[in-house]
């Protein structure tokens, strides 16, 4: 019976000095891996598709899937100066030009749920731009 004992725990050890080793060249290889995927290689840089170009319409005025309390909201953001900007929500539909600095605001009704809000600019030489986000009014929120 001691024979059967000896042999397990020196088996127990091999196996265990084997399996100690495989998560030792695991996480060593993962370390180089993180750590090359941090510098970027050369083939990186090269690029055959063109940069797009920041956009000339920008909404900054609410947020993107922002929730609402308000049965109105006041749409504001950026477009070219002097530019007719829409703005188009699920009731309400309006019209304002840009300042001379290519701000604008608006205030939008809002309808209960989710609300659609779509911004197009047009510039002097008929251009147009478009950008949407949405918003929910709720006023069964509670602070």
Known sequence: MRKEVIYAVIFGVILGTVILYGINLANNSATSLNQNSDSPT??????NTPTPLPSE????YPLDHAVIQENSVVVK????????VAVIGESDEIIVETGTDGTFS??????????????TSIDKELKTTESSISVIYSASLSD
């Open 77 to 84: 953001g950026s477009a070219k100066p002097q530019s007719q």
């Open 42 to 47: 050369p083939s990186a840089n090269i690029s």
């Open 106 to 119: 608006a205030k939008i009704a809002l309808i209960g749920g989710e609300n659609v809000i779509t911004v």
């Open 57 to 60: 319409l920008t909404i900054s």
